[in-house]
């Protein structure tokens, strides 16, 4: 079945640890995004990628990195958790540049403590 | 600053009547517009998208742009349980930047 692929689905994490959310799609969608979302706030979007070996900052990126070194693939990584990093996280992909028709994962629940 | 605003609800809605979301936008250059459902514990499902001034419906769903207003909205016809959900609207300025979402209201539809 076509379409992305979070990992894990939950995680409980020490403050301090580092941790890397994965997400991949089989869709061979050019653009990705990591989006966060807290209860009062929405959906946020924290980084992108137009497509294969480039990406950008969103509303909320620091304490986040990324890297897309295929189509594929777009991992989150957390290099040092804090607890306002508590979140449900996202992953989306859309298939034209600009289209902005995002279909998103099913989502990582992280707890940082 | 792009911002997206809806009432968060909840909306309460008899079953079988109309449901009637609304949603502002500041960014004038935003371009696309989309309405996506959210059950609980789960992902933004697109269920609408909308590119021009106007009305587009498809099914039970009718989605309407106003630009000169900044003004997005739902209606959902002869709304069932299974619609209760939130809904969240979102624009987009077709950039790479990907979409800006507002904070979505919670719809219950009593039975």
């Known amino acids: 079945i076509a379409g992305i692929t979070q990992a894990p689905t939950s995680q409980i994490l020490a403050a301090g640890r580092r941790m890397t959310l994965r997400c991949t799609q089989d869709?061979?969608?050019?653009?990705m995004y990591w989006y966060r979302q807290d209860l009062g706030l929405g959906l946020r979007l924290i980084h992108y990628?137009?497509?294969?070996?480039?990406?950008g900052k969103g509303e909320v990126p620091d304490g986040y990195s990324v890297s897309r070194a295929n189509t594929d693939d777009f991992p989150l990584t957390l290099a040092s958790a804090v607890p306002s990093q508590t979140s449900v996280y996202f992953c989306?992909?859309?298939?034209?540049?600009?289209?902005?028709?995002?279909?998103f994962g099913a989502g990582s629940r992280l707890t940082v403590l | 600053q792009k911002e997206v605003e809806q009432n968060s609800g909840p909306l309460s809605v008899p079953e079988g009547a109309i449901a009637s979301l609304n949603c502002t936008y500041s960014?004038?250059?935003?371009?696309?517009f989309f309405w996506y459902r959210q059950y609980s514990g789960k992902s933004p499902e697109l269920i609408m998208s909308i590119y021009s001034n106007g009305d587009k419906e498809d099914g039970r769903f009718t989605a309407q742009l106003n630009k000169a207003s900044q003004y997005v909205s739902l209606l959902i016809r002869d709304s069932q349980p299974s619609d209760s959900a939130t809904y969240l609207c979102?624009?987009?300025?077709?950039?790479?930047?990907?979409?800006?979402f507002g904070k979505g209201t919670h719809l219950i539809i009593q039975p």
């Open positions: 990628s137009n497509t294969a070996g480039t990406t």
């Open positions: 869709m061979r969608h050019n653009a």
């Open positions: 979102a624009g987009g300025g077709g950039g790479a930047d990907g979409l800006t």
């Open positions: 960014d004038r250059g935003s371009q696309s």
């Open positions: 989306a992909s859309s298939d034209i540049l600009g289209a902005n028709v995002l279909t």
